[in-house]
């Protein structure tokens, strides 16, 4: 149980574009899910948190108009990387949790290269 | 504020060996604490957590940690480690309250096991 998947695994995409990245939670409702960019080599740095059909809460220094995030549903948050340029390519992984729990499932992680 | 250091970046042993990876914790409060690893391209796998009760946790893999009260440790423990066994390991932190939890992770210990 507490499965977390994230999709795509890779993306690539052009400078100025925007990308969707999906997380989801698939054998339990997660109330609340949390983003996190990790650099190579580097550990998590979490860059939101977002409670189901709240607002996302941003992590000082991360540009919430660049990073959009959306948890509409119990299932389901998404991450969109608006006007995505070089220095955006990193690895994103998502991860959720229930209400009262203080555990984390996170999600295999989705690399982006912005070209 | 909660803070995890993992003194060690790299941690090279060889095969069938006993390793230990260090983490210390630094907080005010009560805390969870938890040990992930992942494997290259992938996200972060949970090993092993301490919420309460006995100070000594085994978890997947043959890993085991000692939360050290005192010392403000928890420290992975693995008696005989393989080749599979080469991931990053990240120690991670969370007040032991309600509300919004905030996950701090440690800087990660790369363990690299030589045949």
């Known amino acids: 149980g507490a499965v977390v998947s994230q999709h795509p695994s890779w993306v690539i995409c052009k400078s100025g574009t925007s990308v969707k990245i999906e997380c989801r939670s698939l054998?339990?409702?997660?109330?609340?899910m949390f983003w996190y960019r990790q650099f190579p080599k580097q550990s998590l740095m979490l860059m939101a948190t977002?409670?189901?059909?709240?607002?996302?809460?941003?992590e000082q220094g991360v540009e919430k108009d660049k990073f959009l995030i959306n948890h509409a549903s119990l299932t389901l948050s998404t991450l969109t990387v608006t006007s995505a340029h070089p220095e955006d390519s990193s690895f994103y992984i998502c991860?959720?949790?229930?209400?009262?729990?203080?555990?984390?499932?996170f999600g295999p992680g989705t690399r982006l290269t912005v070209t | 504020a909660q803070s995890v250091t993992q003194l060690d970046s790299q941690v090279p042993v060889f095969e069938e060996a006993p390793v230990e990876l260090r983490c210390n914790y630094s907080?005010?409060?009560?805390?969870?604490l938890f040990w992930y690893v992942q494997y290259p391209n992938q996200g972060l796998q949970l090993l092993l957590k301490?919420?309460?009760?006995?100070?000594l946790v085994k978890g997947i893999n043959g890993f085991e940690a000692e939360f050290n009260k005192s010392q403000t440790s928890f420290h992975l423990r693995k008696p005989s480690v393989h080749i599979s066994d080469t991931a990053e390991y990240f120690c991670?932190?969370?007040?032991?309250?309600?509300?919004?939890?905030?996950?701090?992770f440690g800087t990660g210990t790369k363990l690299q096991v030589i045949p």
């Open positions: 991860s959720a949790r229930t209400v009262n729990s203080y555990e984390q499932y």
């Open positions: 054998d339990f409702q997660a109330t609340t």
């Open positions: 977002s409670n189901e059909g709240s607002k996302a809460t941003y």
């Open positions: 907080s005010s409060v009560s805390v969870y």
């Open positions: 301490y919420l309460s009760g006995s100070t």
């Open positions: 991670a932190v969370i007040h032991a309250g309600g509300g919004y939890q905030k996950v701090t």
